[in-house]
């Protein structure tokens, strides 16, 4: 340690002072809040439960604003979505038991998507953790079990001068590239008993860089530099770590065409000379994929959606950064860089040489020439309609939340995002109820522009609660439904496989009247005015809601043969 950093150590006289007379009247929670204030949390999600009272009682003792949502997986979703849209991990405050298991849908949707969602949940008292059989209201033999599969890492805590630290630790992986949701949990004795420890301040919890290996970069330069008919595929990973410019030199410096995976939307430009877009469920850019020599896969594992359901079989070379270890090689052999997309990317900017392709732009029209044509021979005018109508009504640089409904579907083939960390679906883990908490946690996260949410009306039952949220807070989230009377992929999917469907049809209420009963602006719409309903209610302040009736359709698949 030098000089200059052992002064930097040394607390200041107020400091001291602060710490020899911390103020009356704190607990275990305030050890919590005042961590996460510390770390730079400015607002939290969640929901109050019996074991959780210490941590909610300390928020009226802190300056963090609480978002509260009325069910714990939604409350998630919301973190999520607000961990995407600003890059800092989300608190997500929770009870034990039945509360914290509610959540696990959406901590799989963060992990999967890689979205950093601080979850801290308490726990039973002390005496009763070990795995007896105390009788404790929710108790469970080892509530951390439920999660260890699901989440980053996990965190315990039994005393409180454990609080901050853990705390911190689990910041930092839920930061660390790839980000993702991270699981703390205190138990009641201790969230509520006095604390004579000082005031938490400023806490280092500092993320890592995860950086690749040189001497695999230059072999990856070396490859792109020397391929005819380079090609890249940009997921996910190029998004959350804010990368799309370097992706976009990279792209141009080897005239790469580039295709981006549904959760890469928006992170090369839609009408780029060089963008395939996103149309990886087609067997035409399925094809296109395979005869080049040389794939650069960026911040994706090449999972079932990105790969067209794991019919591409590249033939040339495929070189795959990624900062999940467990994605690395686990669909194709390739040159495998252990790697944030940021610093990949840079790596090879600095290291490639540059290619002089003016066919690359001509290849890229054709395919999205052939694209066109496929979708056009399948009468499918409503659905594009219904999609060219939201896209035109919703603001440029509004992001949007969609659920698994099918104009999702859609949108992640079809869908001009207009630019990084816009639109954002539930593609990553697949469960309903995502589209309208998530927007909700965005607006939360940035109230100078409205946020669109899209479900279907079966996906919407899942989060109709949260109407009462919206309006609580005010946000500005306006929230279309097609409601076209059950499950319709599910409809579509079991019709195709089996000649008619089973369960998917569902009684609904009207959604109109039940958005007015709490207060929220409702209007019913159709695909000829809804482009007109979408752009007023977007443009007014505070939430509301547009019900389309409609039945849309999926176009045919490539990869069933």
């Given at each position: 340690?030098?000089?200059?950093?052992?002064?930097?150590?040394?607390?200041?006289?107020?400091?001291?002072?602060?710490?020899?007379?911390?103020?009356?009247?704190?607990?275990?929670?305030?050890?919590?809040?005042?961590?996460?204030?510390?770390?730079?949390?400015?607002?939290?999600?969640?929901?109050?439960?019996?074991?959780?009272?210490?941590m909610f009682d300390a928020l009226r003792r802190s300056d963090l604003r609480y978002i509260g949502l009325r069910v714990e997986n939604n409350a998630g979703f919301a973190a999520d979505a607000y961990g995407r849209i600003t890059g800092e991990a989300a608190p997500l405050l929770l009870s034990t038991g039945p509360?914290?298991?509610?959540?696990?849908?959406?901590?799989?949707?963060?992990?999967?998507?890689?979205?950093?969602?601080?979850?801290?949940?308490?726990?039973?008292?002390?005496?009763?953790?070990?795995?007896?059989?105390?009788?404790?209201?929710?108790?469970?033999?080892?509530?951390?079990a439920s999660f260890r599969g699901v989440v980053k890492s996990v965190h315990t805590v039994r005393t409180q001068s454990q609080i901050p630290s853990a705390i911190a630790d689990a910041w930092k992986s839920a930061l660390t590239a790839p980000h993702g949701p991270v699981w703390v949990e205190i138990p009641q004795?201790?969230?509520?008993?006095?604390?004579?420890?000082?005031?938490?301040?400023?806490?280092?919890?500092?993320?890592?860089?995860?950086?690749?290996?040189?001497?695999?970069?230059?072999?990856?330069?070396?490859?792109?530099?020397?391929?005819?008919?380079?090609?890249?595929?940009?997921?996910?990973?190029?998004?959350?770590?804010?990368?799309?410019?370097?992706?976009?030199?990279?792209?141009?410096?080897?005239?790469?065409?580039?295709?981006?995976?549904?959760?890469?939307?928006?992170?090369?430009?839609?009408?780029?000379?060089?963008?395939?877009?996103?149309?990886?469920?087609?067997?035409?850019?399925?094809?296109?994929?395979?005869?080049?020599?040389?794939?650069?896969?960026?911040?994706?594992?090449?999972?079932?959606?990105?790969?067209?359901?794991?019919?591409?079989?590249?033939?040339?070379?495929?070189?795959?950064?990624?900062?999940?270890?467990?994605?690395?090689?686990?669909?194709?052999?390739?040159?495998?860089?252990?790697?944030?997309?940021?610093?990949?990317?840079?790596?090879?900017?600095?290291?490639?040489?540059?290619?002089?392709?003016?066919?690359?732009?001509?290849?890229?029209?054709?395919?999205?020439?052939?694209?066109?044509?496929?979708?056009?021979?399948?009468?499918?005018?409503?659905?594009?309609?219904?999609?060219?109508?939201?896209?035109?009504?919703?603001?440029?640089?509004?992001?949007?939340?969609?659920?698994?409904?099918?104009?999702?579907?859609?949108?992640?083939?079809?869908?001009?995002?207009?630019?990084?960390?816009?639109?954002?679906?539930?593609?990553?883990?697949?469960?309903?109820?995502?589209?309208?908490?998530?927007?909700?946690?965005?607006?939360?996260?940035?109230?100078?522009?409205?946020?669109?949410?899209?479900?279907?009306?079966?996906?919407?039952?899942?989060?109709?609660?949260?109407?009462?949220?919206?309006?609580?807070?005010?946000?500005?989230?306006?929230?279309?439904?097609?409601?076209?009377?059950?499950?319709?992929?599910?409809?579509?999917?079991?019709?195709?496989?089996?000649?008619?469907?089973?369960?998917?049809?569902?009684?609904?209420?009207?959604?109109?009247?039940?958005?007015?009963?709490?207060?929220?602006?409702?209007?019913?719409?159709?695909?000829?005015?809804?482009?007109?309903?979408?752009?007023?209610?977007?443009?007014?302040?505070?939430?509301?809601?547009?019900?389309?009736?409609?039945?849309?359709?999926?176009?045919?698949?490539?990869?069933?043969?």
């Amino acid at each position: 340690m030098t000089h200059d950093q052992d002064l930097e150590l040394r607390p200041t006289a107020a400091q001291t002072e602060a710490a020899l007379n911390p103020p009356p009247g704190r607990n275990g929670g305030d050890l919590v809040v005042e961590t996460l204030a510390g770390l730079g949390a400015t607002t939290v999600f969640g929901l109050p439960g019996q074991h959780a009272l210490g941590m909610f009682d300390a928020l009226r003792r802190s300056d963090l604003r609480y978002i509260g949502l009325r069910v714990e997986n939604n409350a998630g979703f919301a973190a999520d979505a607000y961990g995407r849209i600003t890059g800092e991990a989300a608190p997500l405050l929770l009870s034990t038991g039945p509360g914290a298991l509610t959540s696990l849908a959406a901590l799989q949707e963060a992990r999967a998507a890689s979205a950093p969602v601080l979850a801290i949940s308490s726990q039973i008292p002390t005496p009763g953790l070990g795995g007896g059989r105390h009788g404790y209201l929710h108790e469970l033999p080892d509530q951390s079990a439920s999660f260890r599969g699901v989440v980053k890492s996990v965190h315990t805590v039994r005393t409180q001068s454990q609080i901050p630290s853990a705390i911190a630790d689990a910041w930092k992986s839920a930061l660390t590239a790839p980000h993702g949701p991270v699981w703390v949990e205190i138990p009641q004795d201790v969230l509520l008993a006095p604390t004579l420890l000082p005031v938490v301040t400023a806490v280092d919890a500092t993320p890592e860089d995860v950086l690749p290996r040189p001497e695999l970069t230059a072999v990856a330069a070396d490859l792109l530099s020397r391929a005819a008919r380079p090609a890249i595929i940009a997921g996910g990973g190029v998004v959350r770590a804010d990368a799309s410019k370097k992706l976009r030199q990279l792209a141009e410096k080897l005239q790469a065409p580039v295709v981006t995976t549904p959760g890469g939307k928006g992170a090369f430009p839609w009408t780029h000379p060089l963008s395939l877009q996103s149309w990886l469920e087609d067997r035409h850019t399925t094809d296109f994929l395979e005869d080049v020599d040389v794939v650069l896969v960026v911040g994706s594992g090449l999972g079932e959606l990105s790969s067209n359901y794991h019919t591409f079989k590249p033939r040339g070379r495929v070189i795959q950064i990624e900062a999940d270890l467990g994605k690395l090689e686990s669909n194709h052999p390739a040159l495998g860089i252990h790697a944030d997309a940021w610093h990949g990317l840079q790596a090879l900017l600095e290291t490639v040489t540059e290619r002089a392709d003016t066919s690359a732009p001509l290849r890229v029209g054709e395919v999205l020439g052939k694209v066109r044509e496929r979708i056009a021979s399948q009468e499918l005018t409503l659905e594009q309609g219904v999609l060219e109508s939201v896209r035109r009504a919703l603001p440029p640089n509004s992001p949007s939340f969609w659920d698994m409904t099918i104009l999702a579907y859609w949108a992640w083939s079809a869908f001009d995002a207009k630019g990084p960390n816009h639109l954002h679906s539930a593609q990553g883990a697949g469960g309903l109820g995502y589209g309208f908490p998530a927007a909700l946690g965005a607006a939360a996260a940035d109230p100078t522009r409205p946020v669109l949410a899209v479900s279907g009306d079966g996906g919407a039952l899942y989060s109709i609660a949260e109407l009462a949220t919206a309006k609580q807070y005010d946000l500005d989230v306006t929230w279309l439904i097609v409601d076209d009377g059950g499950y319709g992929i599910l409809r579509e999917y079991m019709t195709d496989a089996f000649g008619e469907a089973t369960a998917t049809e569902l009684t609904r209420p009207d959604y109109v009247a039940l958005a007015e009963s709490f207060g929220v602006r409702g209007v019913r719409t159709t695909p000829e005015a809804l482009e007109a309903d979408l752009a007023k209610a977007l443009g007014e302040p505070g939430p509301s809601v547009v019900v389309l009736p409609a039945v849309l359709r999926m176009f045919a698949a490539t990869h069933l043969g």
